[in-house]
C-alpha cells in the first residue's frame, strides 16, 4: 500500500492506495500554524487499522519550504560569492551578510584569477562573530570547475550547521539563479531537517520505519535523506502533485492541457501524452528565481471565489478573492453562488445566491440566470485564454538548431484535463467555450494526493567532456575524471547515463523500471587556427516525471467513466 | 534584481548543426561559448530583456531585396532564411514598440551579400540587415533608415544595395581595404549619383583600438546622423576589430564594444563577423547587451585583458584623425563633389567585377541608373558569372518616381529571354517579383 499526502493551502488531501485501488480518502483542513499536526491527523485518518508493515510508500507533499520563503520565516545566511568579470555580483545581493570575494574561472573551468586565502578566512571569521550558522558559497562558472568553492569551503573552518555548495544545486549554467537557489537551500535547512525529524519520529512511534519521500517541485519525489542535501527542492511540490494526479488520468496518446481550479486561483500545466512539460530554467518563488527544476505552470486569479464585480459597466470575476462565497456565508458574489443559482452545484442556499446576484444583475440588465451564465462563461474564458498564452508560450521557447526551428516539436492539445473542487461545475462551460474535449479527473478532489503517492523519483545530469583538456565533469554529481582518447559522444553517453542511473537510485527509483532519456546531445568540434584540437561534448540526461510502474490496474479503473463525476453543461447545448 | 534601463529584444540564433564546412570560421562553434557566457550572466533574467524565437524569412522577403541566381533556396539554406528571420523579428519587436531596443544575435552573417547573389562572398549569401530593413519598410512605412556598420570588413554588401538610395544612409567603419578583405570601402566611394553622400567609408589603420572608434563615432558618425534624421539606426554589429581576432588586425576590446554600443545608440543592433570565439565574442556579447540595456557594463573584461598592451599609437592616432577629417568634409561638400564627379564622366553607368571568394568564382556587371533628382532611379544589371549564367535584373525603387517606374518596367519588357538565363524584375513599388518566363520569348 502507498499513502499519498498533499498539504495544501486550505486543505490537506490524503489517499491510501495499492495496486487494486483507492483504499482510502480523506480531505481534512490543513492548520497552518500547526503543519505537523495536520500531516499526523490525516495520516491517522487513511491508516486506522491498518497494519503498519503494509505500507511500502509515503509520499508527502508540503507547503513547509514554500511557507518558510514566502513569509520571510527564514534565519540569517551568510553567502560567499567569487565572480570575476562580468555584471557586479552586488546585482544579486541575498541579504546583509552576502561577501564577495577574488577569483575567477572562465567558461571551460579554466583559472582566470586564483582565490586569496587570507581574504576569505576574514569573511569566515566575520560570519561567526556575527553568529551565522548557514552558509552558501557560490562561484562564477562553478559548475564547469568547482575547485573554488571546494577550497572555500576548506578555508572557512569549523563553526557551521549547514554549507552549501553551488555546483550541487544543478548542473545549469546561470550564475544569479546558483546564488539564490543556494541560500535557499541554506535559508530552510533547519526548519526542514528538525520538522522532518519529528514527522519521522511519529512515524517510527507509529511503527511506520519506511524511508520518508518528498514530492519536487518538478512532479517527482526524492527519499528524504536525498532532500537534506537540497531542501528547497521541495518547494512548490502541490500544483505538481495535482498535475501528476491528472497525468493518471491523461489517455497518452495526445497532448493535454490540465487546469487544476481552485478557490482563488487556477494553475495550468501542459502533458505531452503522459510527461509534463518541465520549466526550461527553474521556478520562481516569490522573489527569487532558482534553479530548481519544475514543471512549466502559469496560475492566474480566477477560481470558484473569485470576487465577481462591476467595474465600468463591465462584468469582473477576479483576480483577488473577498472572502468566501455567498452560500457558504461569504458578503461577495462569486462564480460559485452563480453555479448554486443555475443549480449546477445544488445547494440549499440556492435563493441566498440568486438575492446576492440580483444588483449585479440589475446594474447589466439581465435577469440571475443569464447573469450567472455570463459569469461562468467570463470565469471560463479567463482560464481558456490563459491556457493559450502557457502552450504558446512553450511553442515559443527558443530553439537553437535549424533542425528545431524548423522541424521542432508544437504542442497541439486535443484534451483538457480539469481538477480541484469547482472543476466538475466549471466543466460544462468550458466544454462549450472550447473545441478541445474537456474531462474531469476522476477523484478531482483527490487527484493532487494521488498525484503525490504515485509519482516516481525523477532527477538530472549534465555532463562535459572537454578532449582538449582530456576532463570528463558532472559537478553537480561531484564527478570529475580525466579521459583516455578517442572519446566520442557515445563514451559521454554512456558515462552521463551512468550518473543517472546511481543518482536515481541513491534517491529511491526503482533499478527495474527505470526510465532514463537523453535530453539534450551536442558535439561541437574546437579548432583553433587551422587545426581541430578536440571536442567539445555536453549531454544532458533525465528520468523525466511519470508514475511509477505497476498500477496499471488502479489507473485504469480511476478512468473508467462511471467513476467520473457526469459533465453538466451550464451555457446550453 | 536587475531591472533595464531600456527595454531589449534579443533572438539568439547559433545554428549549433550549421557551417560553412567544419574547420571554417563560420562554424557551429561559434556563438557556443557566448551562449555559455550569456547564460551564465543569467542576462536572459534580467528584467526588460526579452528572448524571442525568430520566425524565418520568407521567399518574399528575400527577393523585395535580392536577385537570387536561379532562386532563393538555391543560393541560401534554410539557416540563412532563419538568421534574416532573426532581424526580421527582433525589427518587428522595435517598430510595435514592445521593446525599445532589438539585437539579432545571429549567424550566417549577411553584409558582404549585395544584390544580385550568384553565391557565397565573405562568408555572406543573403543580406539580413538590408531583408530586415526593407520588410520593415513595408509593414510599418519607415522611411529613413541609417546603417552604421561596425565590423571589420568593409560592408560591401549593403553598400552596393543601398548605393542608389537616398533615404539610406550607409556608413561603415572597417579596417583599410588595402590590408584586408574586401579590399574596397574608401572615402571617395560616396553612393551612386542620386544618392550622392548617402554613402560613407571611413577606413581605419590597422592596429586603431576603441579610442580611434570613438572619434570617428564623436566627429563623424554623430554629426551626420543628426544632419540626416533616420527613422530608424541599424548598427551591423561585427564583432572581429577585438584585439584577439585571428583574421584581423584592430585592438579593440569588449568594454570598448560596449561603450561604442552606448554612444551610438542604435535601435537595432545585428551581428556580423566575429572569429575570436572564446577570447572575445563571449565577453563583449554581454557587454554590448548591457550597454543596449542601459545596465552597467564597467566590470566586463576579458580574461586577457591589458589595457597597456594595445594601447593606440600616436601614429594611428594621427591616421585617424586624418581620414575622419577627410570623410566629414566630403559628406559637407557633398553637392559640389557630386557635380565635379558629374563633369568627369557618366556616373549612371559602371561596370564592376566581383569576387565571390567564399565560392571561389567571379561576376562581371554591367549597371544602369535613371537620372532622377526625385527618386533612387530604376536600376538595370546585365551581370553574368563566370560559372557561365547570365541574367539581367530590374529594380524598381519603393519611391519610384512614374517616369523611373516606366523606365524600369520597359527594361523588363524589352528583355528577351532568349539573350539571357533569367530575366528578372524587382518592382518594390507594389511589392512584386517577376521572372519572365523562357517560353515567352517572341518571335
Ligand atoms: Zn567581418
Ligand atoms: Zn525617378
Redesign the interface.
Known amino acids: 500500500m502507498i499513502i499519498g499526502l498533499d498539504v495544501g493551502g486550505t486543505h490537506t488531501d490524503v489517499v491510501l492506495l495499492d495496486q487494486s485501488g483507492l483504499l482510502r480518502q480523506a480531505k481534512i483542513p490543513t492548520d497552518p500554524e500547526d503543519l505537523f499536526g495536520s500531516i499526523l491527523a490525516a495520516l491517522e485518518a487513511v491508516t486506522a487499522g491498518i497494519p503498519p508493515e503494509g505500507i511500502r510508500r509515503i509520499v508527502l507533499s508540503t507547503t513547509l519550504t514554500t511557507n518558510a520563503v514566502i513569509q520571510g520565516n527564514i534565519p540569517p545566511v551568510g553567502l560567499i560569492v567569487s565572480a570575476g568579470?562580468?555584471?557586479?555580483p552586488e546585482?544579486f545581493r541575498t541579504g546583509e551578510a552576502y561577501i564577495c570575494v577574488r577569483g575567477?574561472i572562465?567558461?571551460?573551468g579554466r583559472e582566470?584569477e586564483p582565490l586569496d586565502e587570507v581574504e576569505i578566512r576574514r569573511a569566515a571569521e566575520r560570519l561567526r562573530r556575527e553568529g551565522i550558522r548557514q552558509v552558501g558559497i557560490v562561484g562564477?562558472?562553478s559548475v564547469r570547475n568547482p575547485a573554488h568553492e571546494i577550497a572555500i569551503r576548506e578555508m572557512l573552518g569549523e563553526g557551521f550547521e549547514g554549507v552549501f555548495l553551488g555546483h550541487r544545486v544543478s548542473g545549469?549554467?546561470?550564475?544569479?539563479?546558483r546564488i539564490a537557489t543556494t541560500y535557499l537551500n541554506a535559508a530552510v535547512y533547519p526548519l526542514h531537517r528538525s520538522f522532518f525529524d519529528a514527522v519521522c519520529g511519529s512515524l517510527a512511534e507509529k511503527g511506520l520505519q519506511l524511508p520518508l519521500r518528498l514530492l519536487k517541485a518538478d512532479g517527482g519525489n526524492m527519499k528524504l535523506e536525498a532532500s537534506l542535501e537540497a531542501p528547497i527542492q521541495t518547494v512548490l511540490s502541490g500544483p505538481a502533485a495535482s498535475v501528476m494526479g491528472a497525468v493518471a488520468a491523461a489517455a497518452g496518446e495526445d497532448d493535454a492541457v490540465v487546469m487544476d481550479i481552485g478557490g482563488t486561483t487556477t494553475d495550468l500545466a501542459v502533458l505531452i501524452g503522459r510527461a509534463p512539460v518541465l520549466n526550461p530554467?527553474g521556478i520562481t518563488i516569490g522573489?527569487y528565481?532558482t534553479l530548481i527544476r519544475s514543471l512549466e505552470t502559469l496560475s492566474i486569479g480566477t477560481g470558484g471565489d473569485s470576487a465577481v464585480r462591476l467595474k465600468g459597466g463591465e462584468l469582473v470575476v477576479g483576480p483577488e478573492r473577498r472572502g468566501p462565497a455567498l452560500i457558504f456565508g461569504g458578503r461577495h458574489p462569486t462564480p460559485t453562488d452563480a453555479m448554486a443559482a443555475l443549480g449546477i452545484l445544488p445547494h440549499p442556499e440556492r435563493r441566498r445566491a440568486a438575492e446576492g446576484l440580483r444588483p449585479l444583475a440589475a446594474g447589466l440588465g439581465l435577469d440571475v440566470e443569464a447573469l450567472s451564465r455570463r459569469i461562468l462563461e467570463t470565469a471560463c474564458r479567463q482560464m481558456l485564454a490563459a491556457a493559450d498564452r502557457l502552450v504558446e508560450g512553450i511553442n515559443?521557447?527558443?530553439?537553437?538548431?535549424?533542425?528545431e526551428?524548423?522541424e521542432g516539436y508544437r504542442v497541439r492539445p486535443q484534451r483538457l484535463l480539469v481538477l480541484g473542487g469547482p472543476a466538475p461545475h466549471f466543466a460544462g462551460t468550458l466544454a462549450a467555450l472550447t473545441p478541445l474535449s474537456v474531462r474531469v479527473v476522476p477523484r478531482w478532489e483527490v487527484a493532487n494526493a494521488i498525484g503525490a503517492a504515485l509519482a516516481r523519483t525523477t532527477c538530472e545530469v549534465e555532463f562535459f567532456a572537454d578532449t582538449e583538456q582530456r576532463l570528463a565533469r558532472a559537478p553537480a554529481e561531484n564527478f570529475h575524471q580525466p579521459i583516455a582518447l578517442p572519446y566520442g559522444m557515445q563514451e559521454a553517453t554512456a558515462q552521463a547515463l551512468a550518473l543517472l542511473r546511481e543518482k536515481a537510485l541513491a534517491r529511491g527509483a526503482n533499478p527495474r523500471y527505470l526510465e532514463m532519456e537523453v535530453v539534450e546531445a551536442?558535439e561541437?568540434?574546437?579548432?583553433r587556427?587551422?587545426h581541430?584540437t578536440g571536442k567539445?561534448l555536453r549531454v544532458r540526461v533525465q528520468v523525466k516525471p511519470g508514475l511509477i510502474h505497476g498500477y496499471d490496474e488502479l489507473l485504469a479503473r480511476l478512468a473508467a467513466p462511471a467513476e467520473a463525476p457526469p459533465v453538466r453543461t451550464a451555457t446550453g447545448p | 534584481?536587475?531591472q533595464a534601463r531600456h527595454r531589449v529584444g534579443l533572438?539568439?540564433?547559433?545554428?549549433?548543426?550549421?557551417a560553412i564546412h567544419?574547420?571554417h570560421p563560420e562554424?557551429?562553434?561559434r556563438l557556443?561559448?557566448t551562449?555559455?557566457?550569456i547564460?551564465?550572466?543569467?542576462i536572459?533574467?534580467i528584467e526588460g530583456i526579452f528572448?524571442?524565437?525568430?520566425d524565418?524569412v520568407v521567399l518574399a522577403d528575400i527577393q523585395r531585396v535580392h536577385f537570387c541566381v536561379p532562386d532563393p533556396w538555391t543560393v541560401a539554406?534554410?539557416?540563412h532564411f532563419?538568421s534574416a528571420g532573426g532581424a526580421k523579428t527582433v525589427g518587428m519587436a522595435v517598430c510595435e514598440k514592445r521593446v525599445d531596443r532589438g539585437f539579432a544575435l545571429v549567424r550566417p552573417p549577411g553584409h558582404h551579400a549585395m544584390r544580385v547573389v550568384h553565391g557565397a562572398r565573405g562568408f555572406c549569401n543573403i543580406n539580413i540587415e538590408a531583408i530586415m530593413i526593407e520588410f520593415l519598410r513595408r509593414k510599418y512605412g519607415i522611411r529613413r533608415v541609417a546603417v552604421v556598420d561596425t565590423d571589420c570588413h568593409h560592408g560591401d554588401g549593403t553598400q552596393d544595395i543601398y548605393w542608389h538610395d537616398p533615404d539610406t544612409l550607409f556608413i561603415s567603419l572597417h579596417q583599410d581595404g588595402r590590408t584586408l578583405y574586401p579590399g574596397s570601402g574608401f572615402p571617395e566611394e560616396l553612393g551612386g549619383p542620386n544618392a550622392f553622400g548617402t554613402t560613407l567609408n571611413i577606413p581605419l589603420p590597422p592596429h586603431t583600438t576603441e579610442e580611434g572608434f570613438l572619434h570617428a563615432l564623436h566627429h563623424v558618425v554623430r554629426p551626420v546622423l543628426a544632419e540626416f534624421r533616420p527613422d530608424l539606426i541599424v548598427n551591423s554589429a561585427g564583432q572581429d576589430n577585438h584585439y584577439t581576432d585571428?583574421i584581423t588586425n584592430m585592438n579593440f576590446s569588449a568594454r570598448g564594444y560596449a561603450e561604442l554600443t552606448a554612444e551610438l545608440g542604435a535601435d537595432i543592433a545585428v551581428l556580423e563577423g566575429g572569429y575570436s570565439i572564446?577570447g572575445a565574442l563571449?565577453?563583449v556579447n554581454?557587454g554590448i547587451l548591457?550597454a543596449m540595456a542601459g545596465?552597467?557594463f564597467?566590470?566586463?573584461?576579458?580574461?586577457d585583458y591589458d589595457r597597456h598592451q594595445i594601447r593606440q599609437s600616436a601614429s594611428v592616432t594621427a591616421a585617424v584623425h586624418q581620414v575622419c577629417d577627410l570623410v566629414l568634409s566630403c559628406w559637407q561638400k557633398r553637392e559640389k563633389l557630386r557635380e565635379r564627379r558629374l563633369a568627369e564622366g557618366n556616373p549612371y553607368r559602371r561596370r564592376r567585377r566581383i569576387f565571390y571568394d567564399t565560392d571561389g568564382f567571379s561576376e562581371t556587371q554591367l549597371e544602369e541608373v535613371t537620372p532622377c533628382g526625385h527618386c533612387g532611379g530604376a536600376l538595370r544589371i546585365d551581370s553574368t558569372s563566370d560559372r557561365g549564367v547570365h541574367i539581367l535584373a530590374v529594380h524598381v525603387p519603393r519611391n519610384a518616381c512614374p517616369s523611373c517606374r516606366q523606365q524600369g518596367l520597359a527594361w523588363y519588357e524589352e528583355a528577351s529571354p532568349r539573350r539571357f538565363d533569367h530575366v528578372f524584375l524587382q518592382d518594390q513599388t507594389n511589392d512584386r517579383f517577376e521572372t519572365k518566363p523562357r517560353d515567352a520569348a517572341r518571335p
Not at chain 1, 172 to 177: G, H, P, V
Request: cysteine-free; proline content about 10%.
Open positions: 568579470p562580468g555584471i557586479d546585482a575567477s572562465d567558461h571551460r582566470v562564477k562558472f545549469r549554467l546561470n550564475f544569479a539563479r530554467n522573489a528565481r515559443a521557447q527558443p530553439v537553437y538548431t535549424v533542425h526551428l524548423m551536442q561541437f568540434n574546437m579548432i587556427g587551422f581541430t567539445n | 534584481m536587475l533572438v539568439f540564433f547559433p545554428a549549433y548543426d550549421w567544419p574547420q562554424r557551429e562553434e557556443l561559448y551562449q555559455d557566457q547564460l551564465e550572466e543569467g536572459f533574467d528572448e524571442f524565437k525568430p524565418p539554406t534554410e539557416s532563419i585571428p572564446e563571449p565577453y554581454v548591457l545596465l552597467d564597467r566590470h566586463v573584461r576579458e580574461p
